[in-house]
């Protein structure tokens, strides 16, 4: 009696502490008003969401970035949450689209997750699971939106909630999956708030509510990660970033597989100006058995996948694809942004100081991977900010570069 007593008075002084801190900040800044009763709920559905998304762990690995991997077992990760997965199992090995091989390049694997450079790793039957913090949840907007994208992330003709686009895309046919390898840099990010990505997008549905779209690449967003990294991320939603889907596993739906590939988990090698350059090859591809979409990254590690069932459009397939590079523009200080995209510099510099994305294949009606029709097109939303150059070559086969500084004497 007299032990739980203290827990609950040490437990009201830590609240109390708390309170008075956050009080005195909001006196000092004159902002807002504090309120004990609710910061207090607040902090409940922070620790709820925690308990959710932390699933208890068989082994728990220390990455040298700071992050904690913990190995869940594959039946217990969050997907299994969603009302229509419960009782799932983890389904074999798809088929692989016909013509599916490494090319030969002039490039390296950027395939290393820090986690893993130890030499430590999940035991089968288990999957990585980067580990959510308070401290994550509350550099959110709020704790609803945690994991989940801001709207209007997808190009349209005109730029929309400060997202700015260097893309290039198919469109017309009917769309089963996509490849791509996509260059790694670690792009200087303005402002916590905002962040710089290359990815491929897999879209159906019209650009209203319905837009549904699978997304894999790799992000440096300090607001969802606390750092500077670029890390392999995965995206997806059903109502155009509404109230569907969200990055990684923060959510139920993705299935997980892989036992060692880490979700949000930063990637190395990356990329220098004029050094080595190091890439990632991306697959995804609708199992013509079962009709979920798949994730491969780099040289054949199947991630896991996307049930058909979470989709509306995107369970027959898919009507446009897209590859590129995106930023968000808060114009924080009054003007353009200077977040960079891609490396940092135009397309016009080439290999080795602009980023590219090369090999781009679709996957069509058949199974089979094919290369881009002479319907691709590239198309850059500021291009005097970002911009975007296509090319064709008997080695990278359809190919561009991208990216570019944000902010300079053109683009203001």
């Excluded at 807002?32 to 902090?43: A, I, K, N, S």
């Excluded at 082994?59 to 997907?79: E, F, K, M, N, Y």
């Excluded at 909630?161 to 999956?177: I, K, P, S, W």
């Amino acid at each position: 009696m007299a032990a739980s007593l203290l827990r609950v008075v040490l437990l009201l002084v830590v609240l109390l502490g708390g309170w008075a801190l956050a009080a005195a900040a909001a006196a000092a800044n004159g902002t807002q008003r504090f309120r004990p009763g609710e910061e207090l709920r607040r902090y409940r559905r922070v620790q709820a969401l925690l308990r959710r998304l932390n699933k208890p762990a068989l082994r728990t690995i220390q990455s040298p970035d700071g992050d904690i991997i913990d190995c869940v077992a594959a039946h217990l990760q969050p997907a299994f949450d969603h009302p229509r997965l419960r009782g799932h199992r983890p389904l074999d090995p798809p088929v692989r689209p016909k013509g599916h091989h490494r090319r030969p390049n002039d490039t390296a694997d950027a395939g290393v997750q820090l986690w893993a450079a130890s030499g430590e790793s999940c035991p089968e039957g288990s999957v990585p699971i980067r580990r959510t913090t308070e401290a994550d949840v509350l550099r959110a907007s709020s704790v609803k939106r945690f994991g989940r994208a801001p709207s209007s992330r997808v190009r349209r003709d005109s730029v929309a909630g400060g997202h700015e686009h260097a893309v290039g895309y198919v469109a017309g046919e009917e769309y089963y999956g996509a490849k791509a390898s996509i260059n790694v840099w670690a792009p200087k990010v303005s402002t916590p708030s905002e962040f710089s990505l290359s990815q491929i997008w897999v879209i159906a549905g019209s650009f209203g509510n319905d837009l549904n779209t699978i997304e894999a690449g790799w992000q440096v967003s300090p607001q969802l990660y606390g750092d500077n990294s670029p890390r392999f991320f995965t995206y997806w939603t059903t109502d155009a970033y509404q109230t569907t889907g969200c990055y990684n596993l923060l959510c139920s739906g993705f299935i997980q597989t892989n036992s060692r590939i880490a979700m949000g988990a930063a990637i190395s090698p990356t990329s220098a100006y004029n050094g080595g350059q190091f890439d990632i090859s991306l697959l995804v591809w609708k199992d013509p058995n079962h009709g979920n979409w798949w994730l491969e990254f780099g040289s054949g590690e199947l991630v896991g996948y996307w049930p058909s069932l979470l989709f509306s459009h995107l369970a027959s397939h898919a009507s446009m694809v897209q590859f590129g590079g995106e930023v968000v523009n808060t114009r924080a200080s009054g003007s353009h942004t200077a977040t960079q995209m891609g490396s940092g510099h135009f397309a016009g510099e080439g290999f080795g100081r602009a980023s590219y994305f090369r090999n781009l294949e679709v996957v069509d009606w058949d199974n089979s991977l094919v290369p881009l029709a002479a319907g691709f097109h590239v198309t850059a939303d500021h291009p005097s900010c970002y911009d975007i150059q296509g090319g064709v070559n008997s080695v990278w086969g359809n190919y561009f570069y991208y990216g570019g500084p944000g902010r300079n004497v053109r683009c203001t």
